[in-house]
Antibody, heavy 120, light 106 residues
């Protein structure tokens, strides 16, 4: 069974940092692109970042709202995806989902999400 | 690319035919997906490549369109279909979602 499990969410003060993780299982992790998508409370979905696979040099893409503050990374030896979030703002408060993807392809499946709250 | 999804909400009865539209402000070929999200749950992929029904998704769901105009249709609404629905383009970065459609019980 394909499974994605996020962890690392919590309460952090504005300006602080947090590192999210996503543990993957049930599929060849190294073959796939992986993404982070977030959803602010009561709001819609917002794509955050993408990590391409090894065949595509692990190249990354970011939403403008997080460019320069967030870093997506992966450890194929541990089937894990990470999101290092720095200089956090209150508007970064959201549930963060990791999702599997491909080039020109939809997100499928998604993890259950982890809540990040940025507040003083 | 901006995706304009309409309506933002609708009320319908069990058995109704429901249509949700998603319009892109520039052409995205067939690089569009539809997701269903229930409260407190992660989104679930229903349709990829504008019209490809995912395995296990009931056949009452269908998608159509290409270029800039897309449609998600539920042919006969069932109680478990009351949820929010989102379109998403995977043609160009940044990847973007429509604003969502909340389908409520009439």
């Amino acid at each position: 069974e394909v499974q994605l499990v996020e962890s690392g969410g919590g309460l952090v003060q504005p300006g602080g940092s947090l590192r999210l993780s996503c543990a993957a299982s049930g599929f060849p992790f190294s073959d796939h692109y992986m993404d982070w998508v977030r959803q602010a409370p009561g709001k819609g979905l917002e794509w955050v970042a993408r990590s391409r696979n090894k065949a595509n040099n692990y190249n990354t893409e970011y939403a403008a709202s997080v460019q320069g503050r967030f870093i997506i990374s992966r450890d194929d030896s541990k089937d894990s995806l990470h999101l290092q979030m720095n200089s956090l703002k209150t508007e970064d408060t959201a549930v963060y989902y990791c999702a599997r993807s491909e080039s020109y392809s939809a997100f499928d499946p998604w993890g259950q999400g982890t809540l990040v709250t940025v507040s003083s | 690319i901006q995706l304009t999804q309409s309506p933002s909400s609708l009320s319908a009865s069990v058995g109704d035919r429901v249509t949700i539209t998603c319009q892109a402000n520039q052409g995205i070929s067939s690089h569009l997906a539809w997701y269903q999200q229930k409260p407190g749950k992660a989104p679930k992929l229903l349709i990829s490549a504008a019209s490809t029904l995912q395995s296990g998704v009931p056949s009452r769901f269908s998608g159509s369109g290409s270029g800039t105009d897309f449609t998600l249709t539920i042919s006969s609404l069932q109680p478990e279909d009351f949820a929010s629905y989102y379109c998403q383009q995977h043609h160009t970065y940044p990847l973007t979602f429509g604003g969502g459609t909340k389908v409520e019980i009439k």
